[in-house]
């Protein structure tokens, strides 16, 4: 227990910092944790005996990441994006040369790697710029963290005290719907302050935001789970002593960041 607040201090404590540190720290940090994540989730899917395309999937996320990023520092045509393509579907010609007996599932699972982790990560990211595209502004990815902390905290707490009836027994055990709610109502009082903080956005919009990441960061949390079940790990890394891997801490955000930008992207245009 121990080892496993100190390692949520600490790295609370630099996640803060990246995002008040300014845009650049913002971005080369998520940068950075966005192709660790996709690098664990490549090595866990390969315990199960799959072979995804590392090295190409990982230079494909950076990629991804960094030309997402760049929009907001840059003046360049989004069509360049486009040139992420042939590196992306570079994996059906090296796939060709390999003697494997399930060859799609290899390069399904290079896919989903982009999908699950990469673009999540660049919703979150796109948050620190969603009122001017060129402009950085940490109150929404600061809210956004505090709210999906507040429902994980609120979910624990009401599931230790209140926890009776299961929420999705197959896949995560321990989860109730005391506690799911519990965590719902802890994210929407996180949104209430901060919408006395932040008075940009209306309080219905933060409650809104609040809801959305509690709900949709708690089905993130159930398909990680899933996918852990699947390939039988108890955990999806050991970087964090005493918290599992980068996954476990951000299944979370990879679900919610998507559907919040969409959320607020709407209501600002």
């Known amino acids: 227990m121990k080892t496993r607040a100190v390692t949520a201090f600490f790295f609370t404590i630099v996640m803060l910092a990246s995002i008040f540190s300014g845009s650049y720290a913002f971005s080369a940090f998520y940068l950075v944790l966005s192709v660790l994540t996709l690098f664990e989730f490549y090595k866990l899917v390969k315990t199960s005996g799959i072979r995804p395309h590392r090295n190409i999937g990982l230079m494909a ?64 990211h796109a948050l620190g710029f969603l009122g001017d595209m060129k402009t950085y502004d940490f109150h929404l990815p600061l809210a956004f963290l505090l709210m999906l902390w507040g429902n994980d905290t609120g979910a624990y707490l009401f599931g230790v005290k209140y926890g009776k009836r299961k ?30 903080v932040f008075p940009e956005h209306h309080t219905g919009t933060w409650v809104g935001m609040a809801l959305l990441i509690g709900c949709f960061g708690t089905i993130g949390d159930l398909v990680e789970s899933m996918l852990k079940r699947s390939l039988d790990a108890k955990d999806s890394g050991g970087l964090l002593p005493g918290h599992g891997g980068l996954l476990d801490r951000f299944d979370g955000l990879l679900l919610a960041a998507p559907v919040v930008y969409v959320y607020l992207y709407l209501i600002k245009h």
């Not at 995560?172 to 302050?193: H, N, Q, R």
């Open 167 to 196: 929420l999705f027994e197959r896949h995560s055990p321990k989860k109730s719907w005391e506690g799911f709610f519990g965590g719902l109502l802890t994210s929407a009082l996180v949104a209430l302050v901060l919408a006395q």
């Open 61 to 124: 996320g950076f990629l991804i990441f960094i030309m997402a990023a760049g929009l907001h520092y840059l003046d360049y045509d989004t069509k360049y994006l486009f040139l992420c393509i042939p590196l992306v579907f570079s994996v059906f010609v090296v796939e060709l040369y390999k003697k494997n007996k399930i060859p799609f599932a290899n390069i399904s699972y290079t896919f989903v790697g982009f999908i699950y982790v990469t673009i999540p990560f660049c919703f979150f």
